[in-house]
């Protein structure tokens, strides 16, 4: 397990229709993550 997967990343999205987000890609890439994968979020409201 590679230490981002054990410590995780934050980055700033906007909240779309009916509730999505889009995880940047450069992360979707890094963690091979693919549609239907189980994901942990963390939610702060920053504005």
């Known amino acids: 397990m ?3 997967e054990k410590t995780g990343n934050s ?3 906007y909240l ?3 509730g999505r987000v889009t ?6 890439d890094a963690y091979d993550l693919r ?5 942990e979020c963390s939610i ?4």
């Open 23 to 28: 995880v940047p890609k450069e992360l979707r």
């Open 35 to 39: 549609e239907g994968d189980l994901v």
């Open 44 to 47: 702060k409201k920053i504005k």
């Open 16 to 18: 779309r229709r009916e």
């Open 11 to 13: 980055f700033t999205v």
């Open 2 to 4: 590679s230490n981002n």
